[in-house]
């Protein structure tokens, strides 16, 4: 998926929601396992299932503070009164000792530099937790409405203990403290570096008052709530995904990007037979992918993989250099070093014995169908390309129209969409007028300056009623907007002021799809708001004509979103809601293409 520049939330969390409610267990779960972890400014709290799969047994991690996001455990086992675990995709590992009744577990958390206690307890539900005050606001942000949550369970001591959730951000637990005196509050939150002051109401069921952090300091009301508000802690259902046992060889391969010094890991799945077959590299969007593309629990790439692989096709996927099991530095890399792992890849299938050499292509999702004709032209001996949803037009024009086309999806009025457009046309002008030679801080300055400047431009005429535009930039020179203005500035910096976005803005995809000389599919839903079909679709295939192509084909395929499920309206919102990973019309569109191209079963 390509990255979105948008307005970034005010408070830059990393991690995803709270829910304290029971967890639907699966019917089958044979054990649950429940324990909290204590990773000093924050507390997570975790469930294992353990499933009983034929001899053998499976597991599954819920992490309650990260939005109820489910995990599929590598490597469980249990062996004597050893318990562990390993989670691949987050690099981490788990090792405890059982105690002699077996129903606790004492061990060690391990990820990256940290090696933190955890304690599991067996259970037969989810223990819930009743603070003894939950206060719940929404904090308008500008572009942006964050819903907050403030527990606070009451102590011996002056300051009680708070734990902060923000809840459309799926980020919760959050450590602070809670300093009640009188009817005066003050919330803080030092991970975040955020507090809250105010005061309580005659009743006792509102606060008034004002949230800050960092630079920015916003009114905010906060309503008093008898239990929290919970992300529901549902299983989300994605029946496309497959299960073992495959109805074909998988096999789990590494290969070298020899130029870049790092090698990648990925999963190789080969149709039954001798072979040689025809074969497919998967590409993924942008931001840093596992080998499935994995997103909200859909897998579009295991699906898309085992669909080719059952049609005679192999499939390789990898993970992303810097991603999961695959080496080098992710942070740095741009699409042209992307360009470079796609082509490591294919030189790998040139070298097994199974696959047609002559007949390998590459299938690219969103940014990795800018990759594709990028190694299409390094190496003409790739047989084919399919661009699934690739950008025809350089990344601002995808920016500027999908920043536009999302907000719209989210029912943003007018006045939001112009002040999108200005803050993403001001902050790329910036970048293409410094061209690097700045630091951070001076860009900063300078965006500040020039956003403000912009704003006060489009500003509601002096006089208009108060409240017409709750928006705080409809005030540019207040002090609150200035505050917004400059959290919004050096946020989006942030992602855009990186050797990545750097180049995705500048490039155009025409000059190298004119020398692409492969047969070529090009794909859209027609609701993708991320890359608009009526935008870049007929780019790719005007810049194909023209360098001569005459095995182009072009396809829009009916009520699909960016993602390729069947769906209402193309807002991301939609995107976990959906239990289809990929519509069969997609699968359908693309196998058979590639059938005709270089074969595979019919």
Not at 400 to 428: C, F, M, N, P, W
Request: aromatic share 6%.
């Amino acid at each position: 998926m390509l990255r979105l520049l948008a307005i970034l939330p005010l408070l830059l969390l990393s991690l995803t929601a709270l829910a304290q409610n029971p967890l639907e267990i699966q019917p089958q779960a044979a054990e649950l396992w429940y324990g909290k972890l204590d990773a000093d400014v924050r507390e997570f709290r975790f469930l294992i299932e353990v499933n009983q799969q034929g001899t053998g047994r499976t597991a599954v991690l819920t992490s309650f503070d990260e939005g109820s996001t489910r995990f599929k455990l590598d490597r469980f086992q249990v062996a004597e009164r050893l318990f562990e675990f390993e989670l691949k995709s987050t690099k981490a590992i788990y090792s405890g000792q059982l105690n002699e009744a077996g129903d606790v577990v004492t061990g060690n958390w391990q990820q990256g530099p940290a090696n933190l206690p955890l304690r599991f307890e067996r259970v037969e539900a989810v223990p819930i937790e009743q603070p003894d005050e939950v206060w719940v606001g929404t904090l308008n942000a500008g572009f942006q409405k964050l819903k907050m949550q403030f527990r606070i369970f009451r102590t011996d001591e002056p300051e009680q203990l708070l734990l902060f959730d923000s809840l459309n951000q799926s980020a919760g637990g959050f450590r602070g403290k809670a300093k009640l005196t009188g009817s005066e509050v003050e919330f803080s939150v030092p991970a975040l570096g955020a507090t809250f002051t105010g005061s309580k109401s005659a009743d006792g069921k509102l606060l008034e008052g004002k949230f800050k952090q960092g630079p920015g300091e916003f009114p905010l009301q906060l309503e008093w709530r008898d239990e929290p508000e919970l992300a529901t802690a549902i299983i989300r259902r994605r029946p496309q995904t497959p299960q073992p046992p495959y109805a074909y060889r998988s096999e789990e391969v590494r290969f070298a990007n020899s130029a870049a010094g790092i090698e990648l890991a990925g999963t190789l799945t080969l149709p039954e037979g001798a072979g040689p077959f025809p074969a497919a590299i998967l590409v993924s969007g942008s931001g840093p992918q596992d080998r499935d593309e994995t997103i909200l629990e859909h897998k579009p790439f295991h699906v898309l993989a085992d669909h080719l692989t059952q049609a005679g096709i192999a499939v390789l996927r990898y993970d992303d250099r810097g991603v999961a099991e695959s080496g080098g530095k992710f942070s740095t890399a741009t699409s042209e070093d992307f360009t470079g792992d796609a082509l490591a890849a294919f030189a790998y299938l040139q070298g097994r014995a199974e696959i047609a050499s002559g007949r390998v292509g590459i299938i690219g999702h969103s940014e990795g169908g800018l990759i594709a004709p990028w190694a299409a032209v390094r190496n003409p001996n790739v047989a084919w390309i399919v661009l699934l949803a690739g950008p025809g037009v350089n990344g601002e024009q995808i920016l500027y129209s999908q920043g536009q086309l999302l907000l719209k999806a989210e029912g943003a009025d007018e006045a939001a969409l112009a002040r999108q457009r200005l803050v993403q046309e001001t902050l790329i002008g910036l970048l293409r007028e410094q061209d690097g030679n700045s630091d951070r801080e001076t860009l900063g300055q300078r965006g500040v300056e020039l956003l403000s400047q912009k704003l006060r431009a489009i500003a509601p005429p002096a006089g208009q009623p108060e409240g017409t535009d709750p928006n705080p930039l409809a005030e540019p020179d207040s002090e609150t907007s200035q505050a917004l203005i400059k959290s919004l500035v050096l946020a989006n910096l942030g992602v855009m002021d990186t050797p990545w976005f750097r180049l995705f803005v500048r490039h155009e995809p025409g000059p190298i799809l004119q020398q692409v000389k492969c047969p070529v599919l090009a794909v859209n839903g027609s609701k993708d708001l991320q890359v608009d079909p009526q935008l870049n679709l007929p780019a790719i295939e005007k810049a194909l004509r023209a360098g001569g192509n005459t095995d182009v084909t072009i396809r829009e395929l009916q009520g699909l979103n960016h993602l390729f499920q069947s769906c209402q309206t193309g807002a991301a919102s939609e995107y976990e809601q959906i239990e289809e990973t990929l519509a069969p019309q997609l699968l359908e569109t693309v196998v058979s293409w590639i059938q005709s191209k270089a074969g595979g079963r019919k």
